[in-house]
């Protein structure tokens, strides 16, 4: 048997009785279209959405024998592998190294949490093996790989996204966000929210991955959740860092982190970088507190082929989600109406609009100029 904590259990798929009063969501929400209703959740899950029990065999045929050939990502979890099932879908399945940075809670976590919670922006989990010792996971196959394939390391023969895509993985990762924070019942913080874990579709559709550090939110009077600190160096917020200390705000911070790499095409952590550019935020910030600086921010792999508007527009809101001080960041369903606007502006605007100054205010009232 696998053992699970009452704290593993408390999940509850999300319904259209959620209010979102308690944690800092709109009432809204339920009205908007894009997939977060109520009904929409329930009608899937009825359709028996839940992850299937797999056979070491059978995923072990699907791979056939984890050849290295079908090798297509390393990390300290172990290892995944692109594979076939017997039905002829293409998956990608995770084989957790026992010995790794995941363990069995990770595990137990993660099969919980995509089995209760879906939606169009979090990857699906197929399925999972418990075989003896063996402890795998079964995703959809994600075309594309992750987000940071496509940002850091580009090959010179290889096109770098385009702003309007890079808003475009925003929006779809902003989403996600929000579903797990005002949808979710209690609401899930995410914790792990990295370039790494924004998987792509072939249309460059984005789905959050990997909630095995996934903790369920604070709810009733609490303010936070106590926990040691876990996640990646370079995305967690300060105030969780220092103190244990988790909230909703915290996934705001590490999402501000996504947007800047999205913006700079530069690592949250890199010492490849010279002294004083090694840490994306600490970098950033003289650049963050004057408009007329934005622009050395950008992506020198953009050549320049962006709206300016909406390069202040963006920055203002990374900058408001990097606030030191958790309390004066967004709340996500904020940031998903602000960067869906700014999804409609970017199409509308040319990139050769990058001569003319910012004109009109985004939905989200940022002050990047208070930023610390």
């Not at 959405?49 to 990502?73: K, Q, Y």
């Amino acid at each position: 048997m696998l053992g699970i904590s009452d704290d593993d259990m408390a999940v509850r798929p999300a319904d259209s009785s959620v209010s979102g009063r308690g944690n800092g969501c709109g009432s809204d929400h339920g009205s908007r279209a894009h997939s977060l209703s109520g009904k929409g959740w329930e009608s899937r899950g009825q359709k028996g959405n839940a992850a299937r029990s797999f056979t070491f065999r059978e995923l072990a045929t699907a791979t056939r024998n984890f050849r290295e050939v079908n090798l297509i990502g390393e990390g300290g979890f172990g290892m995944v592998f692109k594979g076939r099932l017997e039905s002829g879908q293409i998956v990608a399945i995770k084989q957790l190294n026992l010995n790794g940075l995941q363990g069995n809670q990770e595990f137990i976590v993660e099969v919980l949490m995509l089995s209760l919670l879906h939606h169009p922006n979090l990857v699906t989990l197929i399925g999972y093996c418990t075989d003896g010792d063996q402890r795998l996971l079964v995703y959809e196959f994600m075309s594309m790989g992750s987000l940071e394939d496509h940002l850091f390391d580009i090959e010179p023969d290889k096109e770098p996204l385009s702003w309007s895509t890079r808003i475009k993985i925003a929006v779809g990762a902003a989403r996600g966000l929000e579903y797990l924070h005002c949808k979710a019942n209690p609401p899930v913080i995410y914790r792990d929210l990295k370039s790494a874990n924004i998987l792509l579709d072939e249309n460059f559709n984005p789905k959050l991955s990997d909630f095995g550090l996934a903790k369920l939110g604070p709810v009733g009077d609490n303010t936070h959740v106590s926990t040691r600190v876990m996640g990646t160096y370079g995305y967690c917020a300060p105030e969780y860092a220092m103190s244990g200390k988790l909230t909703l705000k915290s996934d705001i911070y590490s999402f501000g982190v996504v947007m800047l790499e999205l913006i700079t095409g530069r690592k949250a952590i890199d010492s490849t970088q010279k002294q004083g550019e090694q840490n994306l935020v600490a970098w950033s910030r003289p650049f963050l507190k004057d408009k007329r600086k934005f622009v050395q921010l950008v992506d020198p792999l953009l050549q320049g082929r962006f709206p300016l508007r909406s390069l202040h527009h963006a920055v203002a809101i990374t900058a408001m989600c990097l606030q030191e001080h958790a309390h004066f960041r967004p709340l996500i369903s904020d940031i998903v109406v602000a960067l869906e606007y700014l999804a409609c502006q970017s199409h509308k605007e040319s990139p050769r609009s990058v001569a003319r100054s910012p004109s009109s205010s985004s939905p989200l009232q940022c002050n990047s100029g208070s930023f610390s």
